[in-house]
Structure formats: C-alpha cells, structure tokens
C-alpha cells in the first residue's frame, strides 16, 4: 500500500512519550512527504508544526493533518469486494 507512510513525524512533533521505535501508519500527505525520517529537524521546527497540525484541523487541510490507516493495513496485499469474500 504505497499510499500509506510508516511514519514517526506525527508522535514527534507533539513531543509524545510514545516510544520511538513505533511508528504511525497515515496515509501520505504533503505533511509526511516533507517531514517523514526528518527527525532531528521535526523537533527543532516542533512549535512551527504544530501550528501547522492545529490550522490543517481547523481548516481541515487533508495536505496536514494525520489520516491514521492502522499498521496491520500495511500488511495488505489486495483490496476485494465485500461480497467476494463473505460468500
């Protein structure tokens, strides 16, 4: 699913006592693009992007703001139809 990024940006920015060695899985933005493996920089910036987070939930800018996918999608291989699969 390369539309989805295994990311620690999020948990960073808002300095969480998440462990570091656990990533989030969200859907790729503009957000994730710039700033995944960016560490070092994330917590210097950390203010600025939360700012960034607040007024991308404000406005609702899908550019920004976590779009949480759950780690097990990245185990996804295929996507069938509902009624394909509940025969």
Same mark, same amino acid.
């Given at each position: 699913m390369d539309r989805t990024v295994l990311t620690k940006v999020y948990d960073l920015r808002a300095a969480s006592a998440f462990p570091l060695d656990v990533g989030d899985r969200v859907l790729s933005n503009e957000f994730t693009k710039q700033w995944h493996e960016r560490d070092a920089e994330v917590a210097r910036n950390r203010a600025d992007l939360q700012q960034q987070i607040a007024a991308g939930t404000e406005a609702?800018?899908? #550019?920004?703001v976590p779009v949480r996918a759950g780690n097990a999608v990245g185990?996804? #291989?295929s996507i069938e139809p509902t009624g394909a699969i509940l025969r």
């Open positions: 609702r800018g899908m #550019s920004v185990l996804l #291989s």
